[in-house]
Every structure is written in structure tokens, then in C-alpha cells.
């Protein structure tokens, strides 16, 4: 049995039935990791003697296990808080913090059994769209080494494509968990904001965090989504709802669904291998029985600015706390205190996080606070009204995911603003709050994955699912694996 092509479920499956071990499975892992990530740069901590004693310990409990993922190796992103374990956001300023708490999502990850292999490499505080501004060093694509993973969870997608652990957790701000997942050619979920805990999450910009899966197929999706959705009393935007009904509800039937088809995301600017894959998820889910609908998303055009304004302006308030006083690196040379925080924050920080603090410090300041901020705001209500409308029409959206395909490593932090752009697609969700998920529909001409984005109404992480399940019933885009390695 090749434990490395298998999902989660499948190898939660096999060592349920005691076909594996919890700790054969931990070694595959760890074995992988050895094998591929000095080439991918994936994770920037790995606790293998913590997965060895974790696997030995959660042995004894496999036949009284309740989650169908008890005992499957993962790994987490580094901007989420692991009691004793470095959590850095990928930044010098926060150096070897160790923080004395679980976030929510890995208390409720280790009550289903999980084994955690260790946090996983990152844009600088989640601000990227490639896994380039890291403190340590760039995260390489699985599928070509020489160009990006996405981000800002890339290390998250290349080492579930990699084989690296059978599912991540990590952070989607304006497409941080979707775009990677289209990169790396993975299905990656961001939930309805409010639906999962961001106790615990090292914020950018909190009104547009949101935690979510990382793994090879909409069911794996699932299963997780089932374990770390809910309310929760450490925070206050926690939303009540039904969960823990997502696996449960994977039929394989969509007859009956309207698919609202956006003309203004298949417009100029979106590669034509792109919107040809795209636009082939359609007609799958279409020969199942879905109602396939065309409409129009004029908003599309005001979404980037909205998204960078809010979110710089988040980023720029919450980033304040880091100062080299209470915790974290701090500048060896200072002279005085206003002195300790200019320097501590201006050789701890990278370039990027400091591009968007300044950005938005810029716009919540005096004399700019209406014209952007809050005219930002004003927009932000007015995309949601678009997709309320849109929710009117169809019960799904179908877009791309990003225009095109990975970049090579470089191209993008050249030109600061075409990275921006790149999160076109994806960014809007995270501002109206909805359920957006990315799989795999195909590949382009240089051998590189594509993905195909669907969005969903507040809580509809169900019917959302169950289309992306579907679409994966017939097709095999996410069995397919980078060449090389453990997965040759």
C-alpha cells in the first residue's frame, strides 16, 4: 500500500481496520518530508520527535475512535499558535516565539486524533500572494521548482501535493488557502466567516481571516471542515449554526443546481488554458443534472482596491503590537524606547509587510480616513449586496481562481501590483464572508495545475461541497501527483 497516494480518509480508513499503524503512517510522513522538502522549503518546523511519541500515544485509542481521521498525519501553517512549538508568521521579528496556547483549531485537530508534523513555511504574516516574502526564504513548487506555490498557505499546498502529510490547516485573507490550492493542483476550502474559531490566529486583517483545509479531494474538505467548525466562547465572531454535517451530506447528486456563471470573470486578462478548464467544470457538473447560468458581476472591478485598502488598513492596526517589548526579536542597539520600536520594527519586518503597514497607515489617517477607508467599507457593503442578488439567481458560483497559472519565482515581487491582481478572483469572498473552494479541473500546456473556484452563500459549505465532490466523482485532475520524489 502506498500511504502517499492514499486521502486522508482512505488512510483513516486503513488504520481504523488496523491495515496501518498510527506510526507507520507518521513515518511516512516524516520520511517524505526528508526526502522533498530541502528542495520545496515547505515547512519551517518539523517536530519529529513530538510525532513519534504523539503516534505511539494515539495507537491505543484506534479502535475506540470517533473521527474518521484519527491518527492521519497534517501539518499546520505557521501563522497559528502551537503551545511550545516556534509559531513565527515567516518573520524575524517574531523569532523563536514559542506561544503558551493552542489556537482553537489545534485544540479540536488533536481531541480527533491528528498528528502534527509542524508548522508549515508562509508568506511574512500571510502578506503575499506567492510564499516569496518568508523570512525563510521562498517555498518551491512541487510541480516545477522554479516557480511559485502561491500563497500565502503555499507551503501548506506544496506539501499536501507533495505528499508531505495527507492534509493542512491554514489562513485565507482575500484567496490565501484557494489560490495555492490552484497552484499546486489541491483542494483547498475557505469557510463562511464565523464558522470556524480564529482564537489563536496570528491576525492580518481580522474581518477577512478565515482558517480552513488544505488537502486532495472535496471529501478530505469535509471530514476536517466537520471537526473545526462551530462556536466557540474565545471568540466573539464565532457564528451558532448546524455543524458537523458535511461528509455526511457528500451524495454525488446535483440535479436541480443552478451554477451561475459571472461573464465578467471570464473576461480580458484570464488565460485562455485557464478559462477553456474552467468552463469544462461547467459542463461536467452540467451532464449531472446542474443548471448552468449566465449572469453578470459589474462589481468585479472594485474588488482589489476595496480588498488592499481594508486589509492594509487591519494589517497596519493589528501589526502595531509587534515592537520587540513584549515578546519576539528585538534590535541589539537602541537608544531609548521610541528608538527600540523604530528599529525592531524596521530590521524585523520585510518589505512587504512594511509596504502595507505604511499603506495602511496611510489611509486610516487624518484627512484620508473618508476618501479610502471608509469609502472602502461603502464598497466592501456593496459587493455583498452583488452577491446576494447574484445567490438570487443560482444557488453556486463557478469562476477562475487565479488568471493564470503559477508564475516563476521572482516575476511576481518585480512588480508588487500585477501580484496584487492576481487575487482578483478570490478576494471578493473573503470580503461579502462566503465559502469559496478551489479544485483541480486541469492542467496547461507547460504541465502546470489549474484550478476552478466555487463560491457559496453564507453556510452553504454543504451544497458547495457536494458540487466540488461531484465534479470529482468523474473526473481524476486531483489524483494526479508532481513527478519526482515520493510521488514518482
Known amino acids: 500500500m502506498k500511504l502517499t497516494k492514499l486521502t486522508a480518509l ?10 496501518v ?9 516524516l520520511d517524505a518530508v526528508s526526502a522533498q522538502d530541502k528542495a520545496l522549503n515547505a515547512f519551517i518546523t518539523v517536530t519529529a520527535e513530538r510525532v513519534l511519541s504523539r503516534a505511539e500515544q494515539l495507537q491505543a485509542g484506534v479502535k475506540d475512535a470517533q473521527s474518521p481521521l484519527y491518527g492521519v498525519p497534517m501539518a ?33 485537530l488533536a481531541q480527533a486524533g491528528a498528528v502534527s508534523l509542524g508548522k508549515l513555511n508562509m508568506d511574512e504574516f500571510a502578506m503575499g500572494s506567492t510564499s516569496e516574502t518568508s523570512f525563510y526564504g521562498p517555498v518551491k513548487n512541487p510541480w516545477d521548482l522554479e516557480r511559485v506555490p502561491g500563497g500565502s498557505s503555499g507551503g501548506a499546498a506544496a506539501a499536501v501535493a507533495a505528499g508531505m502529510g495527507w492534509y493542512a490547516v491554514g489562513s485565507d485573507t482575500g484567496g490565501s488557502i484557494r489560490q495555492p490550492a490552484s497552484y499546486c493542483g489541491v483542494t483547498g476550502m475557505k469557510p463562511t466567516y464565523g464558522t470556524v474559531s480564529r482564537y489563536g490566529l496570528i491576525a492580518y486583517a481580522s474581518s477577512l481571516d478565515q482558517i480552513g483545509p488544505l488537502c486532495r479531494d472535496a471529501a478530505d474538505c469535509a471530514a476536517i471542515l466537520d471537526v473545526l467548525q462551530g462556536k466557540d466562547a474565545k471568540d466573539g465572531t464565532t457564528l451558532d449554526g448546524q455543524y458537523g454535517n458535511l461528509l455526511a451530506g457528500l451524495t454525488g447528486d446535483v440535479r ?59 494589517a497596519s492596526s493589528n501589526l502595531s503590537r509587534f515592537d520587540g517589548v513584549k515578546y519576539g526579536w528585538r534590535a541589539e542597539e537602541y537608544e531609548g524606547l521610541a528608538d527600540l520600536y523604530r528599529k525592531t520594527r524596521t530590521q524585523g519586518f520585510g518589505a512587504e509587510v512594511k509596504r502595507r503597514i505604511l499603506l495602511g497607515t496611510f ?34 458560483l463557478l469562476s477562475p481562481v487565479a488568471p493564470t497559472t503559477a508564475p516563476r519565482l521572482g516575476e511576481s515581487l518585480s512588480d508588487p ?19 469559496g473552494l ?46 519526482g520524489g515520493d510521488l514518482a
Not at 482512505?10 to 491495515?19: D, T
Not at 499503524?21 to 510522513?29: D, F, G, L, P
Not at 469609502?375 to 452583488?386: E, G, H, R
Open 21 to 29: 499503524s498510527v506510526k507507520e503512517a507518521a513515518q511516512a510522513a
Open 10 to 19: 482512505e488512510l483513516g480508513g486503513a488504520i481504523k481496520k488496523g491495515e
Open 256 to 314: 436541480g443546481l443552478k451554477i451561475g456563471l459571472p461573464v465578467d470573470c471570464f473576461g480580458d486578462g484570464l488565460d485562455g488554458e485557464v478559462k477553456a478548464a474552467v468552463l469544462a467544470v461547467a459542463d461536467v457538473l452540467k451532464a449531472r443534472g446542474a443548471e448552468i447560468v449566465e449572469l453578470s458581476f459589474p462589481v468585479m472591478e472594485y474588488v482589489v482596491p476595496a480588498y488592499y485598502i481594508i486589509a492594509a488598513a487591519e
Open 363 to 396: 489611509v486610516l489617517s487624518s484627512g484620508y480616513y473618508d476618501a479610502y477607508y471608509k469609502k472602502a467599507l461603502q464598497v466592501k457593503a456593496v459587493i455583498k449586496d452583488a452577491f446576494d442578488k447574484a445567490f438570487g439567481q443560482c444557488d453556486l
Open 76 to 108: 499546520i501553517k505557521d501563522n497559528i499558535c502551537t503551545r511550545g512549538v516556534k509559531t513565527s508568521c515567516a518573520s524575524k521579528i517574531l523569532g523563536d516565539f514559542a506561544p503558551p496556547y493552542d489556537a482553537a483549531v489545534v485544540d479540536k
Open 417 to 435: 501590483l500585477q501580484m496584487y491582481l492576481s487575487d482578483v478572483y478570490t478576494v471578493s469572498v473573503n470580503l461579502a464572508g462566503l465559502p
Open 438 to 483: 478551489s479544485m483541480p479541473c486541469g492542467f496547461d500546456g507547460k504541465g502546470l495545475p489549474i484550478g476552478a473556484q466555487l463560491i457559496g452563500p453564507h453556510f452553504g459549505e454543504g451544497v458547495l461541497l457536494n458540487a466540488a465532490h461531484t465534479f470529482q466523482l468523474d473526473t481524476d485532475w486531483h489524483k494526479r501527483t508532481p513527478k
